[in-house]
């Protein structure tokens, strides 16, 4: 087994490297844009997700808004054990869905990292899930309740954002354990009105308060915010790169960290570019 570098470090923090004690989660981040049919203003569009919990035995629900997209899914677990050895996924939904949620020994990140580097940048690739409509049409499914067309959206690829830092997830299934991440991010350009049109009107119609209310009878509630880019990109700039990797708030939503990793141009010390 490799040692040395990021393993050491990790053992200062007390995070023992020879056991599956890492997590890492490799997925897409969608940066889905449009121009505003109204006035052609360039528009940022978020999932905006209400998701009930529990703490302390108490239920409460949290509305924040993430890009689109989600975990890749890994099509050959045994192949990713022939090239990084043991490793096993966070929870049992994970292992049902094949999706890239795994714990790892925390020595073997920096090889797991080139990896998926690597396999990610192929088209068609047997390893792991390289194409990111099959989770946006997901999404769109289940956000807008469309069907979304190969026509209605110009997809390309950006690159990736690597968070090498552990950080304890919020994930229902595996709260708390230190995470690695690697993004691979997406430009998605809406190009059809009425979907953009559906997008606006789904932002204006779901208020947090309805969205709460669904997800305290359901468990979770799902709908669309959308904003102006430049307002985003203000509010990043307006705030030292330092805290750019917390959540925040712009007009009263809160954003997830992660939306920073879909601009190039907003420094983030905690992200690794490629």
């Known amino acids: 087994m490799r040692s040395g570098g990021f393993g050491e470090s990790l053992c200062r923090r007390g995070i023992a490297v020879n056991d599956l004690t890492l997590r890492v ?19 940022l569009a978020l999932e905006r997700k209400a998701t009930l919990i529990e703490e302390g035995g108490e239920k409460h629900v949290r509305v924040r808004a993430q890009p689109f997209g ?23 939904r994970s292992q049902a869905e094949q999706d890239f949620r795994i714990l790892i020994r925390p020595a073997e990140w920096p ?5 998926c580097l690597d396999h990610l940048r192929n088209e068609d690739d047997a390893l792991l899930e390289t194409d990111p409509r099959r989770e946006l049409v997901e999404e769109f499914a289940e956000n807008l309740h469309v069907d979304l067309r190969s026509d209605q959206v110009l997809l390309q690829p950006v690159g990736f954002v690597v968070e090498n830092t552990p950080t304890g997830t919020d994930n229902l299934y595996s709260r708390g354990l230190p995470t690695v991440r690697i993004y691979r ?48 990109l203000d509010f990043y700039r307006g705030i030292p790169p330092e805290r750019r990797y917390t959540p925040g708030r712009i007009e009263g939503q809160q954003l997830d960290s992660s939306v920073a990793a879909l601009f190039e141009d907003v420094e983030v010390p905690q992200y690794e570019r490629l």
């Open 25 to 43: 989660s490799v997925a897409t981040l969608d940066r889905v844009v449009f121009r505003s049919p109204r006035d052609g203003t360039p528009m």
């Open 70 to 92: 989600g975990a890749i899914r890994l099509r050959h677990a045994e192949g990713l054990r022939d090239l990084i050895g043991d490793f096993q996924f966070d929870s049992a």
């Open 111 to 115: 090889a797991l990292k080139q990896v």
């Open 185 to 232: 991010v997406f430009d998605v350009q809406i190009v059809n009105d009425s979907l953009c049109w559906a997008m606006l009107t789904a932002n204006e119609r779901w208020t947090d308060a309805a969205l709460r209310g669904l997800a305290q009878e359901k468990g979770r509630a799902n709908a669309v915010l959308t904003l102006p880019v430049e307002q985003v």
